[in-house]
């Protein structure tokens, strides 16, 4: 008898619940095999001089996909972790392990879909379907008012004909069995024992290593600092504590909260790698709008994954023609070498602006700044300092616990007027993000 198998393809989607491409595998299969490849390009340095991820930010990612691991080893499989690209070594997975289909989350920048590109040829060669999902986003596209090439550029418009005319699903049920490919530990009776012997038992050690920190080059002198914890437990006890007391009094004990720079949930990180699903946060809110009514940061989250779901449909519908930048492609691939003193002022926190400096000094130690912050040192560095826009792109993608190609590069795309939303164009100035972030900036000299 041939059983049907399943990889399940892990990428930005670290999660149990609310995982459509999870769920239809079990439904789908007899045994299913989840894989996470690590990348070796997700620490490579780019022509920017800056690296694909920094320290901050692959230990989030470490524990996010260590908390995954365990998750299924609690329901008697693993994750299978393997050191390389995937389209280096699905090809070696899928005749291993006798793979009928693999399953993964669509991505919707250029690098990520480039990927999904590549393996999608490899297994076509094999006679193997790679099936797409979207699990990324608050809306589906199909419950969307409008086709993806008609969602309208400017926001406002996305955000009044979204919020009046789309739905949210409800969130796919959390699954609490699941036959593993190979799986073997806790093993409770003999009936177990031999349906997992007959996917074939992968022995443990065969499950792969998660890499270290040391192992990948950074220098571990001391313990990061971070408040932040990867992985969808840590990220549930976030979002159950932040809406336990209805936001407000529980925000003012979160370290980081304190300062003017205005709310800030601080799920995004969880959300980029998709510990947190966008429906999940979303209906977690409603249920504790229905015990505490409205407030202000409830909104804030609310317009937070609207803005998500913007930067992923305006990037599905666009791709690199979000950016009015014709010449942007050819000028990624070779950009200008910058020997420039300002930029790497900027970087260290040393520009001489007191806010500006804060802000950059708070996101290398410790990965994160609130939404405000960011577009001040963007508005600083693009604006004041006259550096092009993609240099500080870069540098949030190696910093930002919470980095996702859409919301970044468009963010930074509308900071230097180079995004289709034309409202953003234009109003990036510094002494307006300084009263957005109501502070004496008494101190602070004179920028020019």
């Not at 076509?124 to 969307?144: A, M, Q, R, S, V």
């Amino acid at each position: 008898m041939k059983f049907k198998k399943i990889l399940v393809w892990f990428r930005n989607d670290l999660r149990l619940h609310d995982n459509e491409m999870l769920v239809e595998a079990i439904a789908k299969s007899d045994y299913i095999l989840p894989v996470y490849f690590f990348d070796p390009s997700l620490i490579q340095e780019t022509r920017f001089e800056t690296s694909k991820s920094g320290i901050n930010k692959v230990q989030f990612l470490l524990e996010s996909i260590s908390a995954l691991r365990a998750a299924f080893q609690k329901l008697g499989g693993n994750l299978l972790l393997v050191n390389g690209k995937p389209e280096d070594e699905m090809a070696k997975l899928v005749e291993k392990y006798d793979i009928s289909e693999v399953y993964h989350h669509r991505e919707v920048g250029p690098e990520e879909t480039a990927v999904s590109a590549k393996v999608e040829d490899l297994l076509w060669k094999h006679k193997i379907n790679l099936k797409h999902f979207i699990g990324h986003t608050l809306y589906n596209k199909e419950d969307l008012p409008f086709p993806i090439k008609d969602i309208p550029d400017i926001f406002a418009q996305f955000k009044k004909k979204t919020e009046r005319d789309a739905i949210v699903k409800a969130c796919f049920e959390e699954p609490a069995v699941i036959n593993f490919v190979g799986g073997i530990e806790n093993v409770k009776n003999a009936e177990n024992l031999e349906r997992i012997q007959n996917s074939g038992i992968i022995e443990s050690k065969e499950w792969g290593e998660l890499p270290t920190l040391d192992a990948l080059g950074f220098e571990v002198n001391t313990s990061p600092d971070l408040y932040t914890k990867g992985g969808e437990a840590a990220g549930l006890e976030h979002l159950e504590h932040l809406l336990k007391e209805g936001s407000d009094i529980y925000l003012k004990s979160v370290k980081g909260n304190s300062d003017k720079a205005g709310f800030s949930s601080r799920l995004s990180s969880w959300l980029a790698l998709g510990c947190l699903s966008p429906r999940k946060v979303y209906w977690m809110v409603k249920s504790a709008e229905g015990k505490f009514g409205n407030n202000t940061n409830f909104n804030q989250i609310f317009l937070g994954l609207l803005w998500r779901d913007y930067y992923r449909f305006m990037f599905k519908k666009h791709g690199v023609k979000f950016f009015q930048e014709p010449e942007l492609e050819k000028w990624v691939a070779e950009p200008e070498t910058i020997y420039n003193a300002a930029i790497r002022k900027w970087k260290s926190a040393d520009t001489g602006h007191v806010l500006v400096d804060r802000y950059m000094k708070e996101l290398n130690e410790s990965g994160f700044i609130p939404h405000a912050a960011r577009l001040l040192v963007a508005t600083y560095l693009v604006h004041v300092l006259r550096v092009h826009w993609i240099y500080g792109a870069a540098y949030f993608e190696e910093k930002l616990l919470d980095y996702s190609p859409a919301s970044n590069w468009g963010n930074w795309a509308n900071v230097a007027g180079a995004g289709l939303d034309l409202k953003s164009k234009n109003v990036f100035d510094l002494d307006k993000q300084i009263k957005i972030l109501d502070v004496d900036v008494s101190a602070a000299p004179t920028y020019a």
